[in-house]
């Protein structure tokens, strides 16, 4: 198994650019996410989807938007990108059920907006 | 103030020390803690659960004091393979909230 992949895993955008993050996971996750992580913040959840069809906003959602595109993808859009957005960008999955609310990361994507 | 608060380290102790971090949490309310761990560059993953009357695996014992609303990690014998930065996580509606993570540095 693949678990959570990430493409692409590098970036650079110029100010005003647009691009699509993509995430899958093959592990029939219910839930999955996307966080944004910078230097002495941790991570912050930007959107979550908690089972195919819906998609909820978290903690930064300004400047991103989502789409569950069926049970193994979740994609993250900047439409036009800000230097603000200069980040590391990792998706998760989760069963999220009560015995098991872990949560299992991709390898990240790191952007660089200009 | 922050929902989860973890020192940022960084922690730097030789090879066989026993090492500690505490993390507080502000939501009386939570249910549910972990400790994730993320090696330089990567993504984090789960170190550990944390039950209410604490638990071990291995060389790695967590707390959990609900009264003061803080969760521990205790690392014994320290190995170099364990220098990596130390995420705090704990559950909230629908989602997990992280802590900045401490960083573990363990040197010969």
């Known amino acids: 198994n693949a678990g959570v992949t990430q493409t692409p895993k590098f970036q650079v955008l110029k100010t005003g650019q647009s691009m699509t993050l993509q995430c899958a996971q093959d592990m029939n996750h219910n839930s999955m996410y996307w966080y944004r992580q910078d230097p002495g913040m941790g991570l912050r959840l930007i959107y979550y989807s908690a089972s195919e069809g819906t998609t909820d906003k978290g903690e930064v959602p300004n400047g991103y938007n989502v789409s569950r595109l069926n049970k193994r993808e979740f994609s993250l859009r900047l439409e036009s990108a800000a230097p603000s957005q200069t980040s590391v960008y990792f998706c998760a999955s989760s069963e999220d059920r009560k015995s098991s609310y872990e949560q299992y990361f991709g390898p990240g994507t790191r952007l660089t907006v200009t | 103030r922050k929902e989860v608060e973890q020192d940022p380290g960084p922690f730097n102790v030789p090879e066989g020390a026993t090492v500690a971090f505490n993390c507080t949490y502000s939501?009386?309310?939570?249910?549910?803690f972990f400790w994730y761990r993320q090696d330089c560059r990567k993504e984090p993953k789960l170190l550990m659960s944390v039950y209410s009357s604490g638990n071990e695996d291995g060389r790695f014992t967590a707390q959990l004091n609900r009264a003061s609303q803080y969760i521990s990690l205790l690392i014994r014998d320290s190995k170099l393979s364990d220098s990596a930065t130390y995420l705090c996580v704990v559950r909230g509606y629908n989602k997990l909230i992280f802590g900045a993570g401490t960083r573990l540095a363990v040197h010969p």
């Open positions: 939501n009386s309310a939570s249910q549910s």
